[in-house]
């Protein structure tokens, strides 16, 4: 990312308010072009030369052609390193890398081999994003690693294969029903691991607490930027639990919510289809017809899930441990700055 470029001055987060949920979705919807993929080696030197030259204070404003070149830095750079990221594993790829493992699970009619096997491959691929994003200055251990691989597989494998067996033994309810709860099981089985492996791999946050910080005021902010440092870099004041549990728990909920609309739409839109004369006669479109719902919904919709919570998310002092209480920045309020770093997987 363009934090890990030389120079003493901050860059901006982003163009956009992400104050706002619209100004998220945005944002999110930038870093996810994958146009950025296509960005020549050179187009990136340039780029990072550009931004070097905005933080050693010889271009004065962020520009449209700044804001072009912040935009390829971070899609493509890792933020610890500086270096850049497997190309499929970067989050500009991610719809791409996730068609065909995702058009793979909600194929109608697989076996158990087929399902566990999709689910197999969209773990690995979960884990391969995850380590190639991952925070390299904290790195987690090959046996976490793997205890949260197998943990995570077993959960997706389990939860899918049973549900692919009690769903056709529900008798009181309809035929067009069980088809349609049958076409949801890939979205149970990937929300369900989703979830654990979060309070898996970040369980020991709840345990130890997470750092909190002062909300600061305008002029502190300004203050800070004056000494060439982001407001972000304010010093922490303490680890709390409590915050620890709201920041987990959200990245939890964004799991669910951030596999909901791939999962779902196309899985319910191809059902429709599927009822259609053109579809009855023509079966061999059925699988383009998938990848093309999927490809589609994820483009159009993936943004507004990863957008749902703030990756700098602000409580109220009195709400945390008693410690905290009266010590807050403006306004009383602590911010939880650098917890919600969810990688948008499924």
């Known amino acids: 990312m363009s934090a890990s470029l030389p120079g003493i001055r901050p860059l901006p987060d982003s163009q956009y308010d992400l104050s706002t949920y619209w100004g998220r979705v945005r944002h999110t919807a930038s870093i996810t072009d994958p146009r950025t993929l296509l960005v020549s080696s050179a187009g990136l030197t340039d780029a990072k030369n550009l931004l070097i030259a905005y933080r050693n204070g010889q271009i004065p404003n962020m520009t449209p052609d700044l804001w072009k070149a912040k935009k390829i830095v971070d899609s493509t750079l890792h933020p610890d390193t500086g270096e850049p990221v497997f190309l499929p594993f970067r989050m500009s790829c991610f719809v791409l890398s996730n068609l065909v493992v995702t058009a793979g699970m909600l194929t109608p009619g697989l076996g158990n081999r087929g399902t566990i096997a999709w689910q197999v491959a969209?773990?690995?691929?979960?884990?391969?994003?995850?380590?190639?994003?991952?925070?390299?200055?904290?790195?987690?251990?090959?046996?976490?690693?793997?205890?949260?691989?197998?943990l995570a597989v077993g959960a997706s494998c389990s939860v899918a294969v049973g549900l692919n067996s009690l769903v056709p033994r529900l008798k009181s309810i309809t035929p067009s029903t069980r088809l349609i709860l049958g076409r949801l099981v890939p979205f149970?089985?990937?929300?369900?691991?989703?979830?654990?492996?979060?309070?898996?791999?970040?369980?020991?946050?709840?345990?130890?607490?997470?750092?909190?910080?002062?909300?600061?005021?305008?002029?502190?902010?300004?203050?800070?930027?004056?000494?060439?440092?982001?407001?972000?870099?304010?010093?922490?004041?303490?680890?709390?639990?409590?915050?620890?549990?709201?920041?987990?728990?959200?990245?939890?909920?964004?799991?669910?919510?951030?596999?909901?609309?791939?999962?779902?739409?196309p899985a319910l839109a191809l059902v429709r289809f599927q009822r259609t004369e053109w579809l009855k006669k023509n079966p061999r479109w059925t699988t383009p017809l998938n990848l093309g719902l999927i490809l589609v919904t994820s483009y159009a919709v993936l943004p507004l899930a990863l957008a749902a919570f703030p990756q700098r998310q602000k409580v109220r002092a009195d709400s945390l441990e008693e410690r905290f209480h009266g010590r807050g920045g403006e306004g009383g309020w602590w911010s939880l700055i650098g917890v919600f770093k969810r990688a948008a997987e499924q």
Do not use: C, H
């Not at 990937?190 to 979830?195: D, L």
């Not at 304010?234 to 909920?253: F, I, M, P, W």
């Open 122 to 150: 969209n773990q690995s691929l979960n884990v391969a994003i995850n380590y190639s994003n991952s925070n390299k200055s904290s790195p987690l251990s090959w046996s976490k690693i793997a205890q949260s691989y197998f």
């Open 188 to 265: 149970a089985a990937v929300a369900s691991a989703g979830a654990l492996n979060v309070f898996l791999m970040r369980g020991e946050e709840i345990r130890t607490g997470i750092d909190v910080f002062p909300v600061l005021s305008q002029k502190s902010k300004e203050a800070f930027t004056a000494q060439g440092k982001s407001p972000s870099e304010v010093e922490s004041l303490g680890k709390s639990q409590k915050a620890a549990t709201v920041a987990v728990g959200e990245t939890a909920v964004s799991r669910v919510l951030n596999s909901s609309p791939i999962m779902v739409i």
